[in-house]
Every structure is written in structure tokens, then in C-alpha cells.
């Protein structure tokens, strides 16, 4: 997945040389932040660690958050930011937009696990910090709206978003990880009921 986001605007585009740099230093300390994620997980999120990561004092990482919740939540923001985007990419035509959706459940195998791994811990960490859950139920809030032209049923529609969910986590945690046509033929199969 990259690191696109519809939240944060593009510093390219804004004029004011104070914001921009301003926005620029967030994406680096977001980026830090994942970069810690992915190489030593969630737990090791500091704001001394970022600053390290990013190559910048502390302090500056504590103007822009001044605590790590703070920080976790704009990551975790970021990260689902991408993916609500991508979904809203998706083709029109209902099988290819499921082929697309499993496709990026199935994405972070093929690309760089380790980073599909820190998001999921991001998602994970949503259950001990309360901080986080506006951006898990705002995930849930998409997978589910996603499959509603397929299962006009909300508690078929909840098996499936489980399901979905329950495939990233799969992607991250087993070997070998399932591809996009697997994830694929079990959601249309879950879809067709």
C-alpha cells in the first residue's frame, strides 16, 4: 500500500512556505513512525525513537504530537486513509471490484510484509487504546459499505467484513500467506452465500 492520503494535503500544493514545511515535517514523522513499526513494532513508538528515525530533535517530533497516542493515530489515520482511497478506486463492475478488494487484503504479502504487519499492529492496538478506535470503526464503516450492494443484509454483510478482516491478519501471520485469488474465491463465495 502507499502512502497515500486524502486527510493530509499535498505540500506541493500549498502556497504558504510555513505550512508546507509544516506538513512536510509531518509526513517524515509519520513515515519515522512506521519505519519504527515495521522494524521493531509498536511497542518500541517513542518520541525520542521517531525523532531518532526522522533525524530530528525531540522536540520537534513533541510540537507536531505532543504525545505517542498522538502520533499512533495519525499513522494509524494515514494508513487508513490509503486504503479507504484505494477502495474507493476500485472498478465499478461488482466481480472486478471484489477481485480488486482482495487484491489489497492479499497486497501487503507481495509487497513488503513487514510494513502490512506494523498497519495491522496499528488496527491491533485499537483494542488497549481507545484513541485509536475512531479509525477502526471508520475501516469497519467502509468494508461494510463496500459490500452492501452485494449483501443488502447488515449481519451478512458483518460475517463478511470478519471474514475480509480476519484475511489480513491471515496475510501477515501465516506461511505461506493466502494470494488474491484465494481471498477472492472465499469472498464470492461468502458473497453469493
Not at 158 to 185: H, I, W
Amino acid at each position: 500500500m502507499g502512502n497515500v492520503s486524502t486527510r493530509y494535503p499535498d505540500p506541493e500544493t500549498i502556497s504558504d512556505g510555513r505550512r508546507r514545511k509544516g506538513e512536510l515535517r509531518r509526513r517524515l514523522l509519520l513515515d519515522a513512525t512506521m519505519n519504527v513499526i515495521t522494524r521493531d513494532g509498536v511497542a518500541a513508538v517513542t518520541q525520542r525513537r521517531v525523532a531518532a528515525e526522522a533525524g530530528v530533535p525531540p522536540s520537534t517530533v513533541t510540537y507536531y504530537y505532543a504525545a505517542v497516542d498522538d502520533l499512533l493515530v495519525a499513522a494509524l489515520t494515514r494508513v487508513n486513509d490509503a486504503y479507504v482511497e484505494q477502495m474507493g478506486a476500485l472498478a465499478d463492475d461488482p466481480d472486478e471490484a471484489l477481485r480488486g478488494f482482495a487484491a489489497l487484503i492479499a497486497e501487503g504479502t507481495e509487497s513488503d510484509r513487514t510494513h502490512a504487519l506494523a498497519e495491522m499492529e496499528l488496527f491491533l492496538l485499537a483494542a488497549r487504546r481507545p484513541a485509536l478506535r475512531e479509525q477502526t470503526d471508520r475501516w469497519t464503516a467502509a468494508v461494510d459499505a463496500f459490500f452492501a450492494p452485494y449483501l443488502p443484509d447488515p449481519e451478512a454483510r458483518a460475517g463478511v467484513t470478519a471474514a475480509a478482516n480476519g484475511y489480513f491478519l491471515c496475510c501477515c501471520t501465516t506461511s505461506p500467506p493466502p494470494d488474491a485469488d484465494e481471498v477472492y474465491r472465499v469472498l464470492r463465495r461468502l458473497v453469493n452465500g
